[in-house]
Each structure stands twice: as C-alpha cells, then as structure tokens.
C-alpha cells in the first residue's frame, strides 16, 4: 500500500502541486486585490474545488493501483506481456524496442547454428588424424616415449569429446534419444574408454553392480559422458593405491509406486573442501585444489555434467570428506511419462 501509494505521488505528484499553487494564488488574489469580496464565498468555492480534486485524486489513485496489481500478475507470467496493457505507457517504443532485440537475437541463433556446424566439422575433421596418429604411435620402438606420446593423444582425445557435447548442450535442439538402457552397459563403456589412464594409473575398479540388470530411461551417450567426466575426476584427483567404487540402490516411492535407482560412483581420492562443494556444479569453478599448482581444471567438466543430467531429468548430487574420498550420487526416476514413452 504505501509502495503504491509512493509511486503514485512521484508519478503525479507536480500535477498535484500545480493545483495547489493555483488555489494559493486564487485566494491571494481575493484577500488582497478583491478585499471587498465576502470571505465566506472564498471558502465556499475553496471547499468545492479541494473536493473536487480529491475525488478525483481517489478515483485516479483506485485506477492506478488496479493496473498496478494486474502488472504484478502479469510478471509472473513467463511470456510477453507488453500486449496484455494496452494502456501502458510507450507501448508503441516497447513494441519497436522488441522487433529490434527480437532481429538481433534471429541473427545471434543463425550465428550460433553456424558455429555449431563449424565445431561438428572441425571435430570429425580432427578425428581422422587422431585416430592415424594413435595407430602410428603404436610403432613407435621406444616404450617411454610410445606411452607419453600415447597419453598426449588420449587427453586431446578427451578434450575433442568435451568440446562435442559441450556444443551440442549449448545447441538450439538438444537431440535425446530416450530409451530403455542398461546401467551396467554404460558403465562398462565408460570404462573402456578410459581405460588407458585407469590402467596408466594403477586404479583399482569394484563394480558391485552384481549380474542383475538395472535399466533406467535416458539418452545412453549423454549417459556415458556423465560417467567418462566423473571416472576424469577421480583420475585427476587421486591418491596413491587409486580405487573406484560403483554399486546401486533401489528405492521403493510409496507415492508414486515407482523404484527409484541411485548409482553411486566413489574415489579415494584427495576429496572436495566443504567451502568449495556447493559450488563443484557452477561454470568456471576451479575450487581450491586447483591452486596448489599440482591439479589443472577448466572448471567445465562438472558444470557440463550438472546441464546434462538437468535435460535427462536426472538428480545428481556429491558429498565428499576432504582428503578421504568423494561421492557421487545420481538419481533416476521413471521418467517415461516425461519423455511420452
């Protein structure tokens, strides 16, 4: 109320101030120059004009605050909504402001459709000679240099695939093909692929997935990154005699009575500081082990992984004990209904 009350005066107020010097110099004009004149007349039209004003003052202020209400209504709305206040101020500046952002942002999405076809190009266009490259690294005669060269080629590997789904998260149609899959199946491919590190670096993998099947509703490659970013940071944060733990819950949902499934993916590895661990998921976050100089971080890694399981509908959640180990946690619902499977 008194919000509205403040706009309404600053909005009107010298509107207000210029009746009240006019009704100042009235009545000066009478006392002074028409001495003559019966005050009772005076105060007779004074009292009509100020109820005048006032009623309209209250009939104006009624309407101010009736739009002023719909207004907060409409900004809850996630929509344009300069067409549903056909009264509002500088309609038609707003309507011309809107077809300019509205060009600027069709030329921005067809520059951005261009760099990603450009980045698709480049990155199958890398690939071949990789693959050449790693082929010929395998003749070479000298083993330490064979193994350094080996692992050189595997990280541009890694970073050619981040660079890949990286585009197509930030791509206009995010393409989800959402299917019934295997956890197992995902897991063991992630493995493979990054076997040469987890072999490299002496990891000791406990897969307590058992011989059951588990299978979840999501898209399988998006899937595996998720996976292949998580194996990079217990292979980038590791200690001596490295171990990565996976094993599955199964949750019944009274609610809704589905079975809901966690994969949980452990290292003991150097661990996350608590004042860093809330912020692991954001753009950019490096946290605290990156400035010791021994860990290097682009702070995409998990911050891709939090986009990704957000369009798969999937929970994912960490907890850590720095110096101990790291936890991670994610959660699949049935999410057919969603997906109109």
Aim: glycine letters at 4%; a neutral charge; charged letters at 30%.
């Amino acid at each position: 109320m008194k919000e509205e009350w403040k706009k309404y005066i600053e909005r009107n107020g010298k509107y207000y101030s210029l009746c009240f010097f006019f009704i100042l110099s009235f009545n000066l004009y009478f006392i002074f120059l028409l001495s003559n004149t019966k005050k009772e007349y005076l105060f007779y039209l004074d009292f009509l004009i100020i109820v005048i004003i006032l009623l309209f003052l209250f009939i104006d202020y009624f309407k101010f605050k009736k739009m002023e209400m719909e207004k907060k209504k409409l900004l809850e709305y996630k929509d344009l909504i300069y067409k549903e206040l056909p009264t509002f101020e500088n309609q038609e500046i707003i309507e011309h402001d809107i077809q300019v952002l509205q060009k600027k942002l069709q030329e921005q999405f067809e520059a951005n459709c261009d760099l990603e076809d450009y980045t698709m190009k480049f990155y199958h266009e890398v690939k071949i000679p990789l693959a050449a490259a790693l082929l010929v690294n395998d003749k070479i005669i000298d083993a330490q240099v064979r193994l350094s060269m080996r692992e050189n080629l595997e990280r541009i590997n890694q970073q050619l695939n981040t660079m890949l789904f990286g585009s197509k998260l930030q791509a206009s149609f995010f393409d989800l093909q959402i299917k019934k899959i295997s956890l197992q199946e995902c897991i063991k491919t992630s493995i493979k692929n990054n076997q040469f590190f987890l072999i490299q670096k002496h990891f000791s993998i406990e897969n307590y997935l058992g011989e059951k099947e588990h299978y979840v509703y999501t898209d399988k490659s998006w899937l595996v990154y998720i996976f292949d970013q998580l194996l990079n940071n217990a292979i980038k944060y590791r200690k001596e005699y490295p171990t990565i733990k996976i094993w599955i819950q199964e949750i019944e949902d009274g609610d809704s009575s589905q079975t809901i499934k966690k994969l949980f993916m452990e290292d003991n590895g150097v661990g996350i500081q608590k004042s860093d661990i809330r912020r692991i998921f954001e753009k950019g976050f490096i946290g605290s082990n990156y400035h010791n100089g021994k860990y290097k971080s682009t702070g995409m890694g998990l911050y891709l992984v939090a986009k990704i399981a957000d369009k798969l509908k999937h929970e994912i959640n960490v907890e850590s004990e720095y110096g101990e180990y790291t936890r991670f946690c994610i959660t699949f619902q049935d999410q057919r209904g969603y997906f109109h499977l």
